[in-house]
């Protein structure tokens, strides 16, 4: 009975922030404005105004920048959260701490932060002017962007994975070593399979926001280049469009989802083989 009262205040919560907006966001993607009457009629309208050329590009574009950030993360991340599992318990928790105070700072302050580091006047090409080395367009184009993504999500690719890493037994390691596999054969078949849980959350924890940000892209791209995150917020707040908006944001919640549905079931099946 405990539980069951305990629970309510969270199956409130879910229903006024999640529930009532997500029916909201549906009942706008499937209705318009009638040009005559002003009334508001059932249409697939905006669906259909989507799949025009300009706007498929668009989220081509989204899922490219969003993956190669995410396989970007990933790169960097693995061998991170491998070095920082094998530490000992003091300096993990040190290093740790070093990754995480950056997450403290406003998400904001770290992207504009971010954009004086690469501008024309930044810290990268007044080091390049020291050394003679000709100054690079560092700022507003895809490079930009893909920086700016891989900066701030890649504690989201770390941290999974080291939760998963820093669980696995070293006697496993051990008993590999013992039959005679070596450290390749070990990392390949022992420490890889057992870390594909924290590889999917890392991925799914980068993948979703990068492929709806909007903030990054309007910084670092200098509204040169346009996402699906900035598709939705100016429809929302620039042209004050919430119809076709709010259907723009149910194709993208559909896509994670499915992206979602993908990865889980990727990960049960890694899961199955490594039980096998």
């Not at 539980?3 to 922030?17: C, G, T």
């Amino acid at each position: 009975m405990l539980k069951k009262w305990s629970s309510r205040p969270y199956v409130l919560w879910s229903i006024i922030f999640i529930v009532v907006p997500l029916v909201m966001i549906i009942g706008y993607s499937i209705t318009i404005k009638d040009p005559i009457t002003g009334k508001l009629v059932l249409s697939l309208e905006n669906f259909n105004r989507f799949l025009s050329p300009i706007f498929i590009r668009v989220f081509i574009d989204s899922i490219i920048l969003a993956m190669a950030s995410t396989i970007l993360c990933l790169i960097i991340g693995f061998p991170v959260a491998l070095v920082l599992s094998s530490m000992k318990k003091s300096n993990q928790n040190f290093f740790l701490f070093l990754l995480i105070v950056p997450m403290w700072m406003n998400f904001l302050l770290r992207t504009y932060a971010l954009r004086l580091i690469l501008g024309n006047n930044g810290l990268i090409n007044k080091f390049l002017t020291v050394i003679n080395f000709p100054n690079i367009q560092l700022l507003y184009n895809e490079l930009a962007i893909m920086i700016g993504m891989v900066y701030n999500f890649l504690p989201f690719m770390i941290l999974p994975i080291y939760t998963v890493l820093v669980k696995i037994d070293p006697l496993l390691l051990d008993a590999a070593r013992d039959l005679g596999a070596d450290n390749r054969r070990v990392f390949t078949k022992v420490i890889l399979p057992l870390s594909f849980p924290g590889v999917i959350a890392g991925i799914t924890m980068v993948f979703m926001p990068a492929m709806s940000s909007f903030v990054i892209p309007s910084l670092l791209g200098g509204n040169k280049i346009n996402l699906i995150g900035n598709i939705i917020e100016e429809q929302f707040v620039r042209m004050g469009n919430w119809h076709f908006g709010s259907a723009v944001s149910i194709i993208l919640i559909l896509f994670i989802l499915l992206s979602m549905g993908v990865m889980n079931r990727y990960d049960q099946q890694e899961g199955e083989n490594i039980i096998w």
